[in-house]
């Protein structure tokens, strides 16, 4: 491979690391072709990008790249292949759905929301995280739920007063 050609590879997968908050290093070396496009198409339909890369120019690629990932040069062993995403937890599902007919993917290292996490054992953990979006509904419906009860006793209480005024009223 000619020097030009790792530069541009280096380049693309630091402007990746950049532009994206979560990414999992992961080893998928043991599948065949077959499985290999599969967990691709899987990736595709998630909006997961997956990309295979030499430890060495993704070593390059995290220097170079305006975060500090000093703690995942130790996870650059063996074959590892990068997944791109936009949301926290996709990855760790579809790795989590891949494994029940499959023995990789296997995670090495993720970075999700300027956290690490590390080893194989982290994927049901980082499975298990609620994206952005789940969090901000949970906070809406916490904001939502006292002012639901108000407006419910409000309501309640109003059909119990007009009853009193009622009967108040047919007394006299």
Partial sequence: MKREDKNAIIQELTEKLNRYDHFYLTNISDLNAADTSLLRRKCFDRS?????????????????????FD???DALKDSTSVMFSETANVPAKLIKEFR???ERPLLKAAFVEESFYFGDDQVDILSQLKSREE????????LQ????NVVSALQSGGGKLAGIV????EKE
């Fill in 166 to 169: 009622k009967t108040l009223s």
């Fill in 145 to 148: 739920s006292p002012a639901k």
């Fill in 100 to 102: 029940k007919t499959h």
């Fill in 48 to 68: 997961i990008n997956l990309v295979v890369v030499k430890n060495t120019l993704l070593r390059k690629a995290l220097e170079q790249s305006e975060k500090n």
């Fill in 135 to 142: 969090l901000i509904g949970d906070i809406i419906m916490l």
């Fill in 71 to 73: 703690d995942l040069y």
